[in-house]
């Protein structure tokens, strides 16, 4: 038996022998190989689903596995009800962040030697100890989130060395990996083997990897480039981006280490002028002009300055701008500025003068627009040096911050002298009305302030809160009061404002990144002036037809077409080259690469002839009836885009038209999953190249997207431990019961949640579950034979029937939690409850077979292994389970579930009542003598089917007043009204029974107002009497009409007990009779 640590690993291990077992079946008999029918497909005949391809510079892990979980349940779900399935896989290795982690290694080794000795180890370590039996796979608990001693040694640096180590890779294999085309050779092939591992229904022949490495899918890639620059879609221009100065490039967001999805931040620099003469720090800048620089948001309102904000303790640099021209601003906003052309060196700020905050406080300065004509540098403390330029202007009528620093100034002595402040700087400068802003008056930024209580600058919740009102109210609703553009709504004013100080030189354009953004190289990236090749995302015409086509996508989630919507209303231009990486050159600009998130938007295609051209080796590499010189664009355009038959090559027709005919029957794609971040770059860019390239019966049928996935309600990370990969958790819990607690972790945008004790959980339940199979099929003669006849019987399979059916709702809305519960959980309940009820009589012989054959089937899409186990090893059924089609059912009989469920809660509730009435007659009597013991031995169950009298009429009202759609009520006040003018209710206490009733209605629907229960109570009770006397551990019951006489008759001196607790519709009561024990 096979154990760690004292731990018993054996219900695990038959899991996975089930598995290895299983995918030999699958592998031999080729099960997942799709091939296109003869003629097109009805619509649900075929289904072809994808993913996007994972980044392969490492291995899979359980983020992974879990956006592709989705597309696995949908594509088995398919298959399973007879569709011709194709789930394809690939892999993606274009972009820049292999390269740089090759480099990296490279400048780690070229430094510290092979294997290098990093600060702080010891030249004589002792070696590793090795493992004959070693291999590239990782413990599962190889994830630690410990710092290695290199690491720990240099300040928290990671070295490449290190992390290639922490996957399992060996020392004496690691300096291969300077070479990032050996990444390419080394991660796909063991993702294959973990997909396979998990069970994926994918057809092989398909896969690829992307780069100029694969020739094939690189000729693909170079006709979609040369596709959209004919039709207009890719233009060159000088745009801001985001850009790594060490790559050398623009870092888009799958570049990017941190910050993906930020922006380039656009600002105003405004060029506040140093008046002369120079303090003595500054005499080494006598002869040039020295601006602060200060960078702004609101360039409307520098009429209002009254002095600019610096920070005491800030280090500001004076940076050479061009020949004549000095900026005064943090270090960070003047290398932002040398890849913006204002840099007398380019992409090097020449800084001539070091200070800190403290030397410019108190300098004059003449700032443009200002009403003042000289204003001083002041302290502020909350400015931010990685924000703007460290320089802020001060505009304190309607900026909250600039008010509250500026009112603590002048009056607070005290804090004037901290800083050296002197009175004229600050004492003489009062609030300048510039904007009049409804209702806050001409001085906003003071009215809210006032009114917020406000007491000081460091109150910085309130003056956030402060500052959105002023800003949002300022902008929509402010009119300019002073300046060439008094009259006029601020709306209007911002950018004429603007134009006119750019035009007159009193200004410059300044972008930086709204948040951090790190290059998976480990830089700080800028923002850049950069003139590369654009594809026109945005552009009128093109988003028209992007939202024609999202419009026409199901998509499964209001949020994913909002945040579909809304990245359609933003996205424009996106620069698709790169100077630094791998893949697939620009074909007019060779200079230039395709950057990792424009050669994969409409891949997808590629997919469906892949194999063709491939011959089943992802690399491409393997001899062909096709060579790749031989895909002109002609014949791509023939076999995507309805193109003439291309006369360019010498591709023979036969193949030609099987590959275009293979498309034809595949496309459009009908799923798309993918995890949510997505959808702002990857996703609405398939959408607009679709729309481009493809015509419309092609275009892209659904996307289906998810949050990320936490474990154990915690967030995923290496850092911490709190990891997986997908190999991992494969080897912790098995295939199927880590597919299973993927299942259970969620299907909607907010973030998932994998738990390891569900899954521990689904592997005892399994295993149990392959017993009770076992245990079923080896006792099968003694089961009763024939139809199911008895009242359990007809329950457990009107069970059956509503786990088929609504099974097949959940995966067909994909939503594959709900499935498993409706699929295993709950016909797992009705299993046991079957179990119980059939007493000495027994399991009816078909439908326990008719059980175990729906369950099977129910589970095949999340647990395909235990599933084709079951069914070709216990249940010995002929083909395969993936592929056995949707168990049939009859239409569920709503009626006898809710007679069952009645049943179920009635035992419950005698139970109750005879308890209550056994504790009660064992209390002593007053004088404390003890009461004999007692046996019950009957019970006498009342039954009130139907209301009457004034409960009658309260439900008639209720019935009128009640909206079957909606399941809401007319207002109280008038259901009051109509029942107090009803004279048969009178003054009967009606409130509580129609607040009770009103909650079920709710609850329940219309059918909790009728008279009575849509079944006979007394017959579903009469007819369980054996199951309700072993439920109660009683000799005999008797099932009474409570409106019979002579029923009532029959409780004697405990007729009491009735009027104590009535029974009702759905509620029926009870006594037990009892004798005295000898």
């Not at 085309?181 to 991660?187: H, N």
């Not at 086509?549 to 790169?578: I, K, P, V």
């Not at 072993?1030 to 009474?1040: F, N, T």
Request: with cysteine.
């Amino acid at each position: 038996m096979a154990s760690e640590g004292g731990k018993s690993f054996a219900r695990r291990d038959r899991l996975r022998e089930i598995e290895s077992k299983v995918q030999t079946w699958w592998e031999e008999k080729d099960i997942f190989r799709s091939e296109p029918g003869d003629k097109p497909p009805e619509p649900g005949e075929k289904f072809f689903g994808n993913f996007p391809f994972p980044y392969m510079n490492g291995y899979l892990h359980l983020g992974h596995a879990f956006s592709l979980s989705k597309l696995e349940f949908a594509a088995a779900f398919h298959r399973l009800r007879g569709a011709n399935v194709l789930l394809p896989f690939a892999f993606h290795c274009t972009g820049m962040p292999i390269k740089a982690s090759a480099d990296k290694l490279a400048r780690e080794i070229q430094k510290f030697g092979n294997p290098p000795v990093f600060p702080g180890e010891s030249e004589e370590q002792p070696e590793e100890k090795k493992d004959d039996n070693s291999s590239n796979e990782s413990a599962p608990d190889k994830f630690k989130g410990k710092k290695s001693k290199a690491a720990a040694k240099s300040g928290g640096q990671v070295y490449q060395w290190e992390i290639m180590r922490s996957v399992g890779i060996s020392d004496s294999d690691i300096a291969k990996f300077q070479d990032p085309y050996e990444w390419l050779k080394f991660f796909p092939p063991l993702a294959v083997e973990d997909l396979k591992a998990f069970g994926l229904g994918c057809d092989w022949r398909r896969s690829f990897i992307t780069t100029d490495l694969n020739p094939y899918f690189d000729s693909f890639v170079g006709w979609q480039m040369r596709k959209l620059k004919s039709l207009g879609k890719v233009v060159k221009d000088v745009r801001y981006t985001i850009f790594s100065p060490l790559d050398g490039q623009p870092c888009a967001d799958h570049d990017r280490a941190s910050g993906e999805g930020v922006l380039p931040q656009e600002y105003t620099i405004i060029k506040m002028e140093l008046l002369k003469p120079f303090p003595e720090k500054f005499k080494v800048l006598e002869g040039k002009k020295v601006f602060f620089a200060a960078a702004t948001l609101r360039p409307e309102t520098m009429y209002g300055q009254t002095n600019a904000w610096v920070l005491p303790d800030g280090k500001y640099g004076a940076f050479e701008i061009n020949e004549t021209e000095v900026f005064v601003m943090a270090h960070r906003a003047a290398l932002n500025l040398t890849y913006q052309n204002h840099s007398r060196v380019s992409e090097k700020p020449s800084c001539l003068l070091e200070v800190t905050g403290h030397d410019l406080i108190g300098l004059p300065l003449k700032s443009p627009l200002s009403l003042n004509e000289v204003i001083y540098a002041l302290p502020m403390l909350s400015i931010l040096m990685d924000k703007g330029t460290g320089v802020v202007t001060s505009v304190p009528s309607d900026a909250p911050d600039d008010y509250m620093a500026l009112h603590d100034l002048k009056s607070k002595p005290a804090f004037r002298a901290k800083f050296g402040v002197k009175d004229e700087w600050v004492l003489p400068f009062e609030i300048l009305p510039i904007i009049d802003v409804p209702p806050f008056g001409n001085k906003c930024a003071e009215r809210v302030c006032l009114d917020m209580k406000i007491k000081s600058q460091n109150e910085k919740e309130k003056l956030a809160e402060a500052k959105r009102q002023t800003y949002l109210k300022g902008f929509t609703d402010g009119t300019m009061i002073v300046g060439e553009y008094a009259g006029r709504k601020v709306q209007e004013a911002k950018p004429l404002v603007r134009s006119k100080l750019l035009e007159t030189g009193q200004a410059i354009v300044y972008s930086e990144p709204e948040k951090r953004v790190m290059s998976r190289s480990g830089d700080e990236c800028v923002v850049a002036l950069t003139d590369q090749w654009y594809i026109t995302y945005g552009e009128s015409e093109w988003r028209k037809l992007a939202e024609e086509c999202l419009s026409s996508m199901s998509l499964y989630s209001d949020e994913t077409r909002h945040g579909f919507e809304h990245t359609l209303s933003w996205l424009n231009q996106w620069a698709c080259s790169r100077s630094f990486g791998l893949g697939t050159r620009i074909p007019w600009d060779e200079q230039f690469l395709v950057e990792s998130l424009s050669d994969s938007t409409i891949y997808m295609a590629y997919y469906t002839i892949a194999h063709h051209l491939q011959n089943g080796d992802m690399y491409g590499r393997q001899e062909s009836a096709i060579k790749p010189q031989q895909l002109t664009d002609d014949v791509w355009d023939y076999i995507f885009c309805d193109g003439p038959y291309p006369t360019s090559t010498d591709i023979s027709s036969s193949i030609l038209d099987k590959m275009k005919q293979e498309f034809e029957y595949w496309y459009p794609f009908d799923l798309r999953v993918s995890g949510k971040d997505l959808i702002q770059n990857h996703l609405t860019f398939s959408i607009y190249n679709h729309t481009a390239i493809m015509p419309k019966h092609h275009w892209p049928r659904g996307f289906r997207c998810n949050g990320h996935i936490m474990l154990n309600s915690e967030k995923m990370s290496k850092s911490t431990g709190n990891f997986r990969t997908l190999r991992q958790a494969i080897e912790e819990f098995s295939a199927d019961a880590t597919r299973f607690s993927l299942a259970d972790a969620g299907d909607g945008v907010d973030d998932a949640n994998f738990v390891f004790e569900t899954a521990n959980a689904a592997i005892l339940r399994l295993t149990k579950e392959i017993a009770w199979y076992e245990e079923i099929l080896a006792a099968e003669s003694s089961m009763r034979t024939g139809p199911p006849s008895t009242y359990a019987d007809r329950v457990f399979a009107n069970e059956i029937n509503i786990a088929v059916k609504t099974t097949e709702q959940n995966y067909s809305n994909y939503l594959f939690r709900e499935a498993l519960k409706t699929g295993f959980y709950d016909l797992q309940a009705a299993r046991d409850e079957y179990r119980f009820s059939c007493g000495v009589g027994g399991y009816n012989h078909d439908l326990v077979w008719r059980f175990m054959d729906a369950q099977t089937r129910l589970l095949a899409p999340i647990c395909p292994h235990y599933a084709e186990f079951i069914w070709r090893e216990l249940l010995k059924k002929d083909g395969f389970v993936v592929n056995a089609g949707w168990p049939t059912a009859d239409s569920p009989d709503l009626s006898l579930k809710s007679a069952n469920k009645y049943l179920q809660e009635s035992i419950v509730l005698m139970r109750k009542l005879l308890q209550k009435q056994l504790s009660g007659s064992k209390k002593g009597n007053k004088k404390g003598a003890p009461v004999p013991s007692v046996k019950v031995t009957k019970g006498l169950i009342y039954v009130n089917e139907q209301f009457d009298g004034w409960k009658a009429e309260c439900l008639n009202i209720l019935r009128n007043k009640f909206d079957k759609e909606t399941r809401t009520f007319a207002p109280d006040s008038e259901i009051v009204e109509a029942i107090e003018k009803n004279s048969s209710i009178g003054k009967n206490p009606y409130r509580p029974f129609l607040k009770y009733r009103k909650d079920e209605a709710i609850k329940l629907g219309a059918e909790a107002l009728d008279l009575k229960l849509p079944f006979g109570e007394i017959d579903v009770l009469a007819e369980n009497l054996d199951l309700i006397k072993r439920q109660l551990g009683l000799d005999d019951v008797e099932i009474l009409s409570a409106a019979d006489s002579d029923s009532l008759a029959r409780a004697g001196p405990l007729a009491s007990l009735l009027n104590q607790n009535p029974p009702s519709p759905g509620h029926p009561t009870a006594i037990f009779l009892t004798l005295a024990a000898e």
